[in-house]
């Protein structure tokens, strides 16, 4: 489990809530909670929006049992990125660009692409 800073938890919920895809928002202010660490290890990883859309659609299916074809994931994909890029600390190296060298690998980890100097 990924563990959320309270700084960002608060900012993504808040955003979830808005949000709201179920619509109980006003009534139950945790319930998308279970999205919060995956959405920040998403974030802080360097995620792009479609993928981060991707997350939204399978959790919006397969956990809450929607259908997220007209639920606006791309949209709230986006905003997610904006809020991040406002939130993020400008030394967190995990929410910036991965430094690109004249000589690097690209190398996979559980689905991941990443750049390593050599």
């Not at 619509?23 to 360097?46: K, N, P």
């Not at 639920?71 to 991965?98: I, N, Q």
């Not at 690209?106 to 689905?111: C, D, I, K, N």
Request: proline share 5%; aromatic share 12%.
């Amino acid at each position: 489990m990924t563990v959320v800073p309270e700084v960002y938890e608060d900012g993504l919920r808040r955003l979830l809530n808005e949000w709201d895809p179920l619509g109980v928002a006003e009534d139950v202010q945790d319930e998308y909670d279970c999205m919060l660490g995956h959405l920040f290890l998403l974030l802080r990883t360097g995620a792009d929006q479609a993928r981060i859309a991707d997350f939204l659609r399978a959790d919006l299916t397969d956990h809450f049992g929607l259908d997220p074809r007209f639920l606006g994931t791309e949209s709230m994909a986006a905003r997610l990125l904006a809020w991040w890029a406002a939130a993020a600390p400008p030394h967190d190296a995990c929410s910036r660009p991965a430094y690109r060298s004249k000589s690097t690998s690209t190398f996979s980890v559980m689905g991941w692409d990443w750049q390593a100097r050599t």
